[in-house]
């Protein structure tokens, strides 16, 4: 009975510790209350304003989503200091423990912490752009998000590719905008005429493809088969397998079409009697 007695009368303390501050800075929390309110409104206002300021400057869709993020984020803070201020906490103590706080964290987490600062270099300095094709790391696709830890890519098959920002800066890639390269290699008999032949895949490509869209063909090389011709066009990059397929396909029935020849490589096999490993 005694130490239901004591819990009770420690339950009793606390509820009029609470009560006792509530009555005493109610105005006080209600002020910080309020205050918070009107900054995450303004914050909001801010960002849409930011926002729009960012496309009449024709600035990308990347660089003008992280200046409304900056600029909402920095209202938020700027707010939620002057209300701790209200209720009455010392702000540069905080400040302080905050600082102390973030460099351990940074030291710890130094790998999330530099993909942060490679994302801010990218958005900055825009190597490429929301809708660019991009070779990377030995994958390519199209830039379907820029964040701050990493780079978004989407290829024809729907599948989203993640690569973390310090992967990206200082690494060679290539940024072919929307489009990416399509080369494809047939070969001839000798006995045909190549440039009738690069005549008829040239003609070919351009009534598939858009009229501009720069087409090269040509011969690549020479073999025992024949001369190995080249057509190299650009497509888009979302379609460009099947592109690839139709245009091959249309190569090769505009070629079979012509009676043209594409030779393949042929052995000949000699079947020798028991008489040829008979002894002298």
């Known amino acids: 009975m005694e130490e239901a007695a004591d819990q009770l009368q420690q339950v009793k303390k606390l509820y009029d510790l609470i009560a006792e501050y509530i009555v005493t800075y109610s105005f006080q929390i209600l002020g910080a209350v309020v205050i918070l309110i009107i900054g995450w409104w303004l914050a909001a206002k801010v960002s849409k304003l930011v926002h729009k300021l960012c496309e009449k400057r024709n600035l990308d869709a990347t660089l003008s989503g992280f200046f409304s ?9 700027l ?10 906490f010392t ?16 030291l710890a987490i130094q790998g999330p912490i530099s993909n942060y600062g490679a994302g801010l270099a990218i958005i900055l300095t825009r190597p490429y752009k929301l809708g660019d094709t991009i070779v990377l790391k030995q994958r390519c696709g199209i830039v379907d998000d820029i964040k701050l830890a990493m780079t978004v890519l989407r290829n024809e098959d729907g599948e989203r590719i993640f690569i973390p920002n310090k992967e990206v800066v200082g690494e060679i890639f290539h940024n072919s905008q929307a489009n990416k390269l399509m080369e494809a290699e047939i070969t001839i008999g000798y006995d045909a005429d190549p440039e009738q032949a690069i005549a008829l895949i040239q003609s070919t490509l351009q009534n598939k493809v858009s009229e501009e869209v720069k087409i090269q063909v040509g011969i ?7 001369f190995h011709l080249v057509y190299r066009c650009w497509v888009p990059t979302a379609e460009y397998f099947a592109q690839r397929f139709q245009l091959n396909l249309s190569v090769y029935q505009a070629l079979k079409q012509a009676e043209f020849t594409m030779p393949t490589p042929t052995q000949n096999v000699q079947v020798l009697g028991n008489d040829a490993f008979a002894r002298p």
């Open 79 to 88: 707010f939620v200091i002057v209300a701790v201020s209200q209720l009455g």
């Open 69 to 77: 993020s900056l600029a909402k984020t920095t209202v938020i803070l």
């Open 91 to 106: 702000i540069a103590p905080l400040i302080a423990a905050i600082g102390a706080l973030t460099f351990g964290i940074s």
């Open 220 to 226: 690549d090389r020479f073999s025992p088969l024949g």
